[in-house]
C-alpha cells in the first residue's frame, strides 16, 4: 500500500523516466508505423499514454473518470506527440501533488462499479503504462532496432556480474 504521495510521484517519475527511452529511440519518421492494420501507431502509444495518465489521475484527484482519447491530427510529429506527453505529465505529477497523503487510502470511482481506493488506481496507472513500454520495445525490435535496456544492463551483462 502507498501511504505517501511524494514517495509515490519519485516512483512514478522513474517509471516514466524509464518510458521515455524507449520514446526516444522510436525514429522521428516511425510515428506513423504500426505491426498491423487497426493496431495503435507509435504516435497512438504516445498519445494513449498522455490520455491514461490524465485520466488516471483524475480519478484519483476529482474522484471521476474522464478519458479524452488518444487521436491527434494526421500531421502530428514525434516531438509534438513527445511535448504533450511531457505537458500532460507535468500536469499530472501537479496535480497528485495536491493531495494530502490520507487521500490514497480513501475510496474512489473504479470502472467496475465498487469503490477502489485511490493507491490502488495510482499503482493500476503504473501497470498501464509498464505495459504499454514493453509494447513499445516490440514494436522497436519489429523495425530492427534494439529497445534500450531498461535499467541500463542487458541480460548479458547481469550474467556477467552474477557469475563473473
Do not use: C
Not at 474522464?66 to 505537458?87: C, E, I
Request: glycine share 6%; net charge negative.
Amino acid at each position: 500500500m502507498l501511504n505517501r504521495v511524494n514517495d509515490f510521484i519519485q516512483y512514478y517519475a522513474s517509471i516514466r523516466r524509464r518510458t521515455m527511452t524507449f520514446i526516444q529511440a522510436i525514429p522521428a519518421d516511425n510515428i506513423d508505423w504500426a505491426p498491423a492494420e487497426g493496431e495503435f501507431t507509435f504516435g497512438d502509444l504516445i498519445r494513449h499514454l498522455a490520455a491514461a495518465e490524465a485520466m488516471f489521475v483524475s480519478a484519483v484527484v476529482d474522484q471521476q473518470w474522464r478519458y479524452a482519447g488518444h487521436t491527434a491530427p494526421d500531421s502530428q510529429s514525434l516531438d509534438q506527440a513527445v511535448a504533450a506527453l511531457t505537458a500532460g505529465h507535468d500536469q499530472a505529477i501537479a496535480a497528485l501533488g495536491t493531495l494530502p497523503d490520507e487521500r490514497l487510502a480513501q475510496y474512489g470511482p473504479s470502472l467496475e462499479g465498487a469503490p477502489v481506493r485511490a493507491w490502488r488506481l495510482l499503482m493500476a496507472m503504473v501497470e498501464h503504462e509498464v505495459h504499454h513500454r514493453s509494447q513499445l520495445a516490440m514494436y522497436l525490435t519489429l523495425n530492427n532496432i534494439k529497445p534500450p535496456h531498461i535499467y541500463g544492463l542487458g541480460v548479458e551483462d547481469v550474467i556477467a556480474r552474477v557469475t563473473g
